[in-house]
């Protein structure tokens, strides 16, 4: 069964940057799509982005708070998606997840509720002094 592994979070200044990997420990992403989400204390999960098995380059994000300063790529030789966060914020802190999308049709971004899963542990965000 696959499964995703995320890592890069950690502590980092406001404006600063940091990239977050989402690794296959079993299995192949390829024909995949992949979604990032998060989730900070006490509020619901977002959804940030997501990429489709096809998209070589930058999928798509949807968060608004986030647009212009997040991107979601992959690198299908690696066996990895990667979320570039740029220009962070006070309100970036969170823990982010990968997921693997869901239902019959696994190679596109369908976005709804209980489209991704399952879910790891995530990697924490705290973008702070």
């Known amino acids: 069964q696959l499964q995703l592994v995320e890592s890069g979070g950690g502590l980092v200044q406001p404006g600063g940057s940091l990239r977050l990997s989402c690794a296959a420990s079993?299995?192949?992403?390829?024909?995949?799509?992949i979604g990032w989400f998060r989730q900070a204390p006490g509020k619901e999960r977002e959804t940030i982005a997501c990429i489709s098995s096809a998209e070589t380059e930058r999928g798509t994000v949807f968060l608004d708070s986030v647009k212009g300063r997040f991107t979601v790529s992959r690198d299908n030789a690696k066996n990895t998606v990667y979320l570039q966060m740029n220009a962070l914020k006070p309100e970036d802190t969170a823990i982010y997840y990968c997921?693997?999308?869901?239902?019959?049709?696994?190679?596109?971004?369908?976005?709804?509720?209980?489209?991704?899963?399952?879910w790891g542990q995530g990697t924490q965000v705290t973008v702070s002094l």
């Open positions: 079993v299995g192949t992403l390829d024909y995949r799509a």
């Open positions: 997921a693997l999308q869901l239902g019959s049709i696994q190679a596109v971004c369908i976005m709804g509720r209980d489209q991704f899963g399952p």
